[in-house]
């Protein structure tokens, strides 16, 4: 049984709290991956950055649907949504971009479970830590590349 810790990338290009998204867009356009993660001094992991979430920087703002009861006007998606996308659209620094409730796996989860946690969460790759250290990452096409084993 294959585990994670054979098929995953052992040298992760990570990235601090403090990156500005300017040096994020240049990681992924040069280095030709698609998420990012965040390390602290230790090398714990903070969060996460992905393309994707630069790319939602430059959409228009959706201003929610609201209902009008009284006097009171309530967004049908919930303040906090509104909040969080305002957020994301302004950030400037991998901190204020980054998603920080990170799914991960360990080396020795097997890779059927990394598949499973990546299908089933609609992710791409996979930060695999050791307690809070970061050691690696797994991606989709590290699992592909495992079935020609």
Known sequence: MLTVADIMTKNVVSIKGTTTVREMAGLFDTMNIGTLPIVD??????????????VEQDRPLHIPTVI??????IPLGGENSLQRELDKISAQTAAELASTDVV???ASDSVSSAAEIMSSRKLHALPVVEGKKLVGMVSRIDI??????
Do not use: K, P, Q
């Open 144 to 149: 592909i590349r495992s079935m020609n084993r």
């Open 68 to 73: 009008s009861l009284f006097d009171w006007v």
């Open 41 to 54: 001094e230790a090398g714990n992991l903070t969060g996460i950055v992905t393309a994707s979430d630069l």
């Open 104 to 106: 991960t796996v360990t």
